[in-house]
Nanobody, 115 residues
Framework: QVQLVESGGGSVQAGGSLRLSCAASGSIFRFNAMGWYRQTPGETRVLVATITSGGSTNYADSVKGRFTISRDNGKNMMYLQMNSLRPEDTAVYYC?????????WGQGTQVTVSS
């Protein structure tokens, strides 16, 4: 089993920055993919960014140039540096890990951006 715990959410004014962290524990495979997703009330959860264990990244168009995903494989940690935040970035952000054909989710962390 895999456990994912997010941290670093909070409230910030537009134009500000936040850094989210995701700590993975349990049976972590050497090769996996991790990512950040976000969800607002009444909407489906959508991809923000993903990163493989080899460091390949992918971003949603809406966050390109503002968000940076990274990971520390030795510490089983993943990060999301969010700069130039906008009110439309307000959401619950979820950490996700895929390995061995299975997907795992964290409990989510709230990010609120005020104008």
């Amino acid at each position: 089993q895999v456990q994912l715990v997010e941290s670093g959410g909070g409230s910030v004014q537009a134009g500000g920055s936040l850094r989210l962290s995701c700590a993975a524990s349990g049976s972590i495979f050497r090769f996996n993919a991790m990512g950040w997703y976000r969800q607002t009330p009444g909407e489906t959860r959508v991809l923000v960014a993903t990163i493989t264990s080899g460091g390949s990244t992918n971003y949603a168009d809406s966050v390109k140039g503002r968000f940076t995903i990274s990971r520390d494989n030795g510490k089983n940690m993943m990060y999301l540096q969010m700069n130039s935040l906008r009110p439309e970035d307000t959401a619950v952000y979820y950490c996700h890990l895929t390995q061995g054909g299975l997907g795992f989710w964290g409990q989510g962390t709230q990010v609120t951006v005020s104008s």
